[in-house]
């Protein structure tokens, strides 16, 4: 019989290697001082190409953080935290946990712009790196009345604030907004209305559940409240997705449908003119995804403002934009 390693065998042999946790143990400083660091390996340790990597950290690290509405209330959400930072090609890595002690130590915080400054700027100290990047991913309730009776009910949308530290020491501030809506297609409802008037045929346009992702960047010493960003797209799209409706609600957005008739075109035009011409906002992107219910595949557009050093309409991501 072969003798296990870590586990005693059947012919009663023990096993080569002990195995056990001490509960009693103390950490002490001596102990912590003799513990091996990675950081301070020889370059010999680091494998591959010497090369420097723009983006090494942590993703989806999630924790309950304060944001504050428009109105001054403070919500505590669950939050999805990616950060990075870059690392010199001489260095095998970072300590990832200082990335997430970062967070800890302003953890009673309102979320802000200023804030997320200061966790960016806590990480060029622990980690001593040139340039860092920071988003927190949540879902916002914002609740929205009905169109014509007197429900109202939560919706939800999903919101990510970035924060990025510039290696020239410039900070930069985005907010990455999600905004469902329906998009009823005109070309189907002109052909509708041929089939009525011409052969008294009954016919449904076809219309589709639509999301829209827009990113922008506020301008210096401005803010933009995600309550603002929603109010924006629905100036543009007008035919948001409805919460809680009776019959009453479901009519009034059937007319609100017909009034509002898009293409994938038209919704990325229709939103570039509403946040083009808000000055808080220095640059955007957006894509616009319609899941046609005609086609089996997407309808899909991307446009940006066109800002040198800024956002580009490279956006290929649309199964993201699922809903």
Partial sequence: MKPMYLHNSSCGEPAKIQRGYDRKFRSTQAHKASLPDMMRAATDAIQGANVAIQQVGIHNFRLPLKIRTKAGKILTLEASVTGTVSLEAELKGINMSR??????????????GEWMGKILK?????VQTKDARLKVKFSYPLMQPSLRS???????YDVAFEGVMTADGR??????????YSSACPCSAELAEHARDT????????????????????????????EDVQALCLAALQTETQVMVKREDEQA??????????????AARLLYRELDADRRIVDFRIACSHLESLHSHDAVSVVCKGVKGGFV???????????
């Fill in 253 to 266: 957005f059937a007319e609100l449908n017909g009034a509002h008739l898009k293409f994938v075109e038209d």
């Fill in 122 to 126: 806590a990480y060029l100290r622990k």
């Fill in 313 to 323: 309409a490279d956006f290929m991501d649309f199964g993201l934009l699922a809903c």
């Fill in 199 to 226: 052969r008294g045929a009954y016919s449904v346009p076809h219309s589709q559940r639509s999301k829209a992702r827009i990113s922008i960047e506020e301008a210096e010493g401005k803010k933009i409240w995600i």
């Fill in 171 to 180: 900070y930069r501030r985005f907010i990455h907004f999600d905004f469902v």
């Fill in 150 to 156: 007197d429900l109202a009910g939560w919706q939800y």
């Fill in 99 to 112: 990335i997430m002690r970062s967070f800890y130590d302003h953890r009673g915080e309102v979320v802000t």
